[in-house]
């Protein structure tokens, strides 16, 4: 290989790792839960254009929800903090659902 090649293809490589890193850090675009109620699908990617970050990841950092909620005694359990956070919004703003089995989806 010439040296022309040897460094677009480490200028190629560079640019990869730098999309790979933003597109990461957004989280995934799509978040499935899978309660015994029924698979709850949540469009992540589309969610963070109806709401700032922290409306959701309120303690200023992307940790997982449940590695607080169901184990620190002073968060409430995930399944009332996730219903809360959710059905709260979708109800204020009239959009999204609000019925058990229309996120729950067996
Ligand atoms: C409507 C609520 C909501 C909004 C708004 C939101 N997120 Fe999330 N995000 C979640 C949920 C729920 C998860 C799944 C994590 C879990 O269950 O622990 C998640 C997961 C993530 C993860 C992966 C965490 C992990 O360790 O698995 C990252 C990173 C992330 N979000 C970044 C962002 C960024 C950046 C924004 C703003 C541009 C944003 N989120 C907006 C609810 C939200
Ligand atoms: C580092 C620990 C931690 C993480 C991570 C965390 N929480 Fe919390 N959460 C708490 C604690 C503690 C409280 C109760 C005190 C408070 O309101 O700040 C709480 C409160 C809440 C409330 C309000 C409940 C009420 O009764 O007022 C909601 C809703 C909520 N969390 C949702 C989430 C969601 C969704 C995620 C993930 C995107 C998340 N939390 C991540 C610790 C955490
Ligand atoms: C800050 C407001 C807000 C919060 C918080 C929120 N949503 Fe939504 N959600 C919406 C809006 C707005 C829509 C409707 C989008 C449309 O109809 O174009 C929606 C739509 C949905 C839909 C229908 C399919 C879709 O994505 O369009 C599902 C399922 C859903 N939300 C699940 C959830 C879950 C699960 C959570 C909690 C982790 C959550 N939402 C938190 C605002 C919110
Ligand atoms: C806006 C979407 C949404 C609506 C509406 C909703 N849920 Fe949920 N529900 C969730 C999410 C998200 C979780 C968290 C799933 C998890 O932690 O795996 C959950 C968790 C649960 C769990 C706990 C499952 C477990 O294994 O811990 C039960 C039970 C449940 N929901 C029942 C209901 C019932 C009954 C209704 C109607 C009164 C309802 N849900 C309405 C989104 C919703």
Same mark, same amino acid.
């Given at each position: 290989?010439?040296?022309?090649?040897? !460094?677009?293809?480490?200028?190629?490589?560079? !640019?990869?790792?730098?999309? #790979?890193?933003?597109?990461?850090?957004?989280?995934?675009?799509?978040?499935?839960? @899978?309660?015994?109620?029924? @698979?709850?699908? #949540?469009?992540?990617?589309?969610?963070?254009?109806?709401?700032?970050?922290?409306?959701?990841?309120? @303690?200023?950092? #992307?940790?997982?929800? +449940?590695?607080?909620?169901?184990?620190?005694?002073?968060?409430?359990?995930? +399944?009332?903090? #996730?219903?809360? !956070?959710?059905?709260?919004?979708?109800?204020?703003?009239?959009?999204?659902? @609000? +019925?058990?089995?229309?996120?729950?989806?067996?």
């Amino acid at each position: 290989m010439s040296k022309f090649w040897i !460094l677009c293809s480490s200028v190629i490589l560079a !640019l990869s790792v730098a999309t #790979f890193v933003v597109a990461e850090s957004q989280g995934p675009p799509e978040v499935k839960y @899978t309660p015994k109620m029924g @698979t709850v699908t #949540f469009q992540h990617a589309a969610h963070q254009s109806y709401t700032d970050c922290a409306t959701c990841h309120h @303690t200023g950092d #992307f940790a997982q929800c +449940k590695s607080c909620h169901g184990v620190d005694p002073q968060a409430p359990q995930a +399944k009332d903090a #996730f219903h809360q !956070l959710c059905k709260d919004c979708h109800k204020e703003s009239q959009k999204g659902p @609000t +019925k058990c089995k229309e996120c729950h989806i067996k």
